[in-house]
């Protein structure tokens, strides 16, 4: 079994809609992230939560809201989906006190507004 | 503000040495990773350099020079499993966010 997933893996919807993107993990990590990568730019943080009651804002995160519903749970959603909010999304988890760098990704998600 | 810059993309050839260079401004940071990832997939982790000087996992090496602002990826003996996209990270001491740079392309030809 896979230790992050994602759900949905692909998503297409319209300008305007209310998207929630959702990410489970098994890894038993606090330290949970939501990314966007676009081609060519590499990935931006949007939010990170370091466990339920602390959630932050990352480098991008106008647009854009999250919660942190249990250890174990991360979403992040699109109040009303821009065209330029296509692109890819990652979640990703890392252990507290863990090597700092290292985190582990799930699948993605693919996400396209028309 | 910080950030990295890297070549957004290398060729070499199988079986050959290539080096992937990152040169970073930042104010403060607990040090320096690398990532992999295939097209389609996710970024995973190759290696982390808290320290100067070079770290080795099998045919990866990583090299952090804090002085210079500048590390790169070593790849030996390369595979065409190895034809990846790359990625050098820091993370700032202030808010303990990963800044990535914008990726290398590795093209591996036969």
């Known amino acids: 079994d896979a230790d992050v997933t994602q759900t949905p893996r692909n998503r297409i919807t319209k300008t305007g809609k209310r998207i929630m993107l959702e990410c489970s993990q098994t890894k038993g990590h606090d330290r949970m992230y939501w990314y966007r990568q676009d081609p060519g730019l590499g990935l931006r943080l949007i939010y990170y939560s370091f466990d339920v009651k602390d959630i932050n804002k990352g480098e991008i995160s106008d647009g854009y809201s999250v919660s942190r519903q249990a250890q174990a749970k991360f979403s992040l959603s699109l109040e009303s989906a821009i065209p330029n909010q296509t692109a890819l999304y990652f979640c990703a988890t890392s252990p507290t006190g863990g090597p700092y760098n290292e985190q582990f990704f799930g699948p993605g998600t693919r996400l396209t507004v028309l | 503000g910080q950030s990295l810059e890297q070549p957004s993309e290398v060729t070499a050839v199988e079986g050959a040495i290539v080096q992937i260079n990152c040169t970073y401004q930042?104010?403060?940071?607990?040090?320096l990773s690398w990532y992999q990832q295939h097209d389609g997939g996710a970024p995973t982790f190759l290696s982390y350099?808290?320290l100067d000087g070079l770290e080795e996992t099998g045919r990866f090496s990583s090299f952090l020079s804090r002085s210079d602002s500048y590390g790169y990826l070593l790849l030996q003996e390369l595979q065409m499993k190895d034809s990846a996209s790359y990625f050098c990270a820091v993370m700032g001491t202030a808010d303990y966010q990963l800044i990535w740079g914008a990726g290398t392309k590795l093209i591996i030809k036969p």
């Open positions: 350099n808290a």
């Open positions: 930042t104010s403060g940071f607990y040090g």
